[in-house]
């Protein structure tokens, strides 16, 4: 009896955790908060909510940001109609889980990821999306193929946004496999495929070929070859989905920002001015020339909304107008050196920078007072050279942002590394706003970017890739320094053999003419 009755307190027991465990609202559930349908993840509830869903779509945000407050949002509405699906949609504050956003290597933002079958190691990266329809689509597209695509071109033709057609001759073949790829990657982007002959006659062309048309309006077409990439079809894409010039705005800065063509052409003008429209005209006119190669952008001077734009190329009002042109890898601006901004003036200014022949801009910043007084040396456009080339000191500079996260996230380790050698008189360190100072050095990269000068005769720079601590910055610079003596001690003797042999041959010419005489 009494083992009867233990059975039956057992079996009590185990109802009550299972219902406590399926209950909504209890303390299991409490571990992974949902808010609209989202769940909101940390390190503590990481782990479990990959193994609980087999595709969990994460959001990794900061708040506040533009970005993120937009990108919320549609997880919200895509969410709602995820309901009842095997996707789930979660968000991780970067702000306040640093550790798991380090952990997981998502710490440049915006960032949206893929987590499938519990693997966290190797995510999908989502396109950041205009609205829930774009994760939506995204999501479809992925689960699906080509033969998705084929619908009645009819319904797009009219539409004002670029439609995207692709007429293959087979679904299986390569070329629509990259066009659905493509497809993948571009999910705020309408795609069509279709076969019918009809349609293709239409624009006098052939099989294997993508149409862009906006209201049935042939924009451009681009013929598949063998080996054709998906990223050169984005490429193609994405920039003929812009017009020939864009105007830049708080809606097409982010597109700007994000497009595959990194030479960007900037026309700084005051709308409002009379000779804008002639101005325009001719920048206009000049950017269907370069497409694919430069990408041309105006800026309205007179939009105080502008003003970190004007800001940042350093541009002031009463300038304009003038064109810069920009490379957004190495951020190295050349000026259009002419007040006459006719189309001749600016295609050759064009041509003259794809060629490697226009000489940049060069910008700097006041000396600031007291620069070379504190641990971390504070330098400029006129400074650098003469400090990071001192052939008697080592110098470990610092380019930085100063918007950027990623930058201002490295100032501590460079102040606690002056502090590391602060009493070796031959070292030096510091640091140099890269977008106040135009830098006339290949920094073989994106900032922040730390560059070593040893201490040598002949002007040498060397960038460090390693880890991000003092005692590994300090091996490296010990390491090169050690290299730079003997490299010092083989360059002074080329140079004493360099000033004998000299001396040697004006001796021997001046005998010579000792002779002749």
Request: with cysteine.
């Given at each position: 009896?009494?083992?009867?009755?233990?059975?039956?307190?057992?079996?009590?027991?185990?109802?009550?955790?299972?219902?406590?465990?399926?209950?909504?609202?209890?303390?299991?559930?409490?571990?992974?908060?949902?808010?609209?349908?989202?769940?909101?993840?940390?390190?503590?509830?990481?782990?479990?909510?990959?193994?609980?869903?087999?595709?969990?779509?994460?959001?990794?945000?900061?708040?506040?940001?533009?970005?993120?407050?937009?990108?919320?949002?549609?997880?919200?509405?895509?969410?709602?109609?995820?309901?009842?699906?095997?996707?789930?949609?979660?968000?991780?504050?970067?702000?306040?889980?640093?550790?798991?956003?380090?952990?997981?290597?998502?710490?440049?933002?915006?960032?949206?990821?893929?987590?499938?079958?519990?693997?966290?190691?190797?995510?999908?990266?989502?396109?950041?999306?205009?609205?829930?329809?774009?994760?939506?689509?995204?999501?479809?597209?992925?689960?699906?193929?080509?033969?998705?695509?084929?619908?009645?071109?009819?319904?797009?033709?009219?539409?004002?946004?670029?439609?995207?057609?692709?007429?293959?001759?087979?679904?299986?073949?390569?070329?629509?496999?990259?066009?659905?790829?493509?497809?993948?990657?571009?999910?705020?982007?309408?795609?069509?495929?279709?076969?019918?002959?009809?349609?293709?006659?239409?624009?006098?062309?052939?099989?294997?070929?993508?149409?862009?048309?906006?209201?049935?309006?042939?924009?451009?077409?681009?013929?598949?070859?063998?080996?054709?990439?998906?990223?050169?079809?984005?490429?193609?894409?994405?920039?003929?989905?812009?017009?020939?010039?864009?105007?830049?705005?708080?809606?097409?800065?982010?597109?700007?920002?994000?497009?595959?063509?990194?030479?960007?052409?900037?026309?700084?003008?005051?709308?409002?001015s009379a000779t804008f429209k002639e101005i325009y005209s001719a920048f206009n006119m000049a950017a269907e020339s370069f497409r694919l190669r430069i990408l041309f952008v105006w800026v309205n001077v007179d939009e105080p909304r502008n003003g970190r734009m004007l800001e940042y190329f350093r541009v002031r009002e009463f300038e304009a107008p003038l064109i810069r042109l920009v490379n957004l890898t190495d951020h190295v601006t050349y000026h259009l050196p002419s007040n006459t901004l006719d189309v001749q003036?600016?295609?050759?200014?064009?041509?003259?920078?794809?060629?490697?022949?226009?000489?940049?801009?060069?910008?700097?910043?006041?000396?600031?007072?007291?620069?070379?007084?504190?641990?971390?040396?504070?330098?400029?456009?006129?400074?650098?050279?003469?400090?990071?080339?001192?052939?008697?000191?080592?110098?470990?500079?610092?380019?930085?942002?100063?918007?950027?996260?990623?930058?201002?996230?490295?100032?501590?380790?460079?102040?606690?590394?002056?502090?590391?050698?602060?009493?070796?008189?031959?070292?030096?360190?510091?640091?140099?706003?890269?977008?106040?100072?135009?830098?006339?050095?290949?920094?073989?990269?994106?900032?922040?970017?730390?560059?070593?000068?040893?201490?040598?005769?002949?002007?040498?720079?060397?960038?460090?890739?390693?880890?991000?601590?003092?005692?590994?910055?300090?091996?490296?610079?010990?390491?090169?320094?050690?290299?730079?003596?003997?490299?010092?001690?083989?360059?002074?003797?080329?140079?004493?053999?360099?000033?004998?042999?000299?001396?040697?041959?004006?001796?021997?010419?001046?005998?010579?003419?000792?002779?002749?005489?």
């Amino acid at each position: 009896m009494r083992t009867l009755l233990l059975l039956g307190v057992l079996a009590f027991c185990m109802c009550v955790l299972v219902g406590a465990d399926t209950q909504p609202g209890q303390k299991a559930d409490k571990s992974s908060p949902e808010e609209d349908g989202v769940l909101k993840l940390k390190k503590g509830n990481f782990n479990k909510a990959l193994k609980k869903n087999k595709q969990l779509l994460v959001h990794f945000y900061v708040p506040l940001s533009g970005d993120g407050h937009r990108v919320s949002a549609a997880f919200e509405g895509a969410a709602a109609k995820l309901q009842g699906s095997e996707i789930k949609l979660a968000v991780i504050d970067v702000s306040k889980e640093k550790e798991l956003a380090k952990e997981l290597n998502s710490t440049g933002l915006p960032s949206i990821r893929l987590y499938l079958s519990g693997d966290k190691h190797n995510p999908v990266l989502c396109p950041v999306p205009q609205s829930s329809a774009t994760i939506l689509t995204w999501l479809k597209r992925r689960a699906g193929s080509a033969s998705d695509l084929i619908t009645d071109l009819s319904q797009s033709e009219a539409s004002e946004e670029l439609t995207v057609v692709g007429f293959f001759k087979e679904l299986n073949h390569e070329y629509a496999q990259v066009f659905y790829a493509a497809a993948i990657d571009l999910p705020d982007v309408n795609f069509v495929v279709t076969q019918d002959n009809k349609v293709i006659s239409k624009y006098g062309l052939t099989h294997d070929v993508v149409l862009l048309l906006r209201k049935s309006q042939l924009i451009q077409a681009y013929n598949m070859v063998p080996g054709t990439a998906k990223e050169e079809l984005i490429v193609f894409i994405t920039v003929y989905q812009m017009e020939a010039v864009t105007e830049y705005t708080g809606q097409t800065a982010t597109q700007i920002l994000t497009s595959p063509v990194l030479n960007h052409a900037l026309l700084f003008v005051n709308e409002s001015s009379a000779t804008f429209k002639e101005i325009y005209s001719a920048f206009n006119m000049a950017a269907e020339s370069f497409r694919l190669r430069i990408l041309f952008v105006w800026v309205n001077v007179d939009e105080p909304r502008n003003g970190r734009m004007l800001e940042y190329f350093r541009v002031r009002e009463f300038e304009a107008p003038l064109i810069r042109l920009v490379n957004l890898t190495d951020h190295v601006t050349y000026h259009l050196p002419s007040n006459t901004l006719d189309v001749q003036t600016i295609k050759t200014f064009c041509q003259s920078y794809l060629e490697g022949k226009a000489k940049p801009k060069m910008q700097s910043e006041p000396i600031p007072e007291g620069w070379d007084k504190q641990p971390v040396k504070d330098l400029v456009g006129m400074t650098l050279e003469s400090v990071a080339f001192n052939p008697n000191k080592t110098v470990f500079v610092l380019f930085y942002l100063p918007y950027s996260q990623e930058s201002r996230d490295v100032f501590p380790l460079w102040e606690e590394l002056a502090e590391a050698v602060k009493e070796r008189e031959d070292v030096v360190i510091a640091r140099i706003d890269a977008s106040a100072n135009d830098i006339n050095m290949s920094m073989q990269g994106r900032y922040p970017s730390l560059c070593l000068f040893p201490a040598l005769h002949a002007e040498r720079m060397l960038v460090y890739r390693g880890k991000r601590k003092v005692k590994d910055l300090v091996k490296f610079m010990d390491k090169e320094m050690e290299m730079a003596k003997k490299d010092r001690v083989t360059e002074d003797e080329d140079r004493r053999k360099y000033i004998e042999t000299i001396k040697a041959e004006e001796a021997k010419n001046a005998n010579k003419s000792k002779d002749e005489l």
